[in-house]
């Protein structure tokens, strides 16, 4: 069973699911928002992968996805990074959240 059916499982209501930009506001910042998210009970976190033209998301993620890649092109291989280490720890349940045609390019597992 997953961990997400788990925890849905455990808990029927109320459960929190907190999304963000990796490398927003600043690219060193992410991993301490997904620690303090955990420290404050989320239960999920989605992290978003920053775009460069996120139009379906609405103003509030097209800012911080441009800040977060004005913060530096390293932005997937530090999310990578992070990510990782959260996984490791499991202090809360990290979900991803990209686009499909940046995901879609030729060698992109291989740049992050």
Same mark, same amino acid.
């Given at each position: 069973m #997953? %961990?997400?059916k788990k925890l849905f499982a455990a808990k029927s209501?109320?459960?929190l699911s907190?999304? *963000?930009t990796a490398g927003y506001p600043q690219?060193?910042?992410t991993l301490e928002i997904i620690r303090q998210l955990a420290n404050k009970g989320v239960d999920m976190v989605e992290i978003g992968i920053? *775009? #460069?033209d996120p139009l379906a998301d609405g103003p509030v993620i097209q800012n911080s996805s441009q800040v977060a890649l004005q913060n530096g092109r390293a932005a997937k %291989?530090?999310?990578a990074k992070i990510t990782f280490r959260a996984a490791q720890k499991r202090a809360a349940d990290n979900r $991803? #959240?990209?686009y499909f045609n940046g995901? $879609?390019?030729p060698h992109f597992a291989a740049r992050i």
């Open positions: #997953s %961990r997400i209501k109320n459960v907190v999304y *963000f690219l060193n910042d920053p *775009f #460069s %291989r530090y999310v $991803h #959240s990209a995901l $879609h390019q």
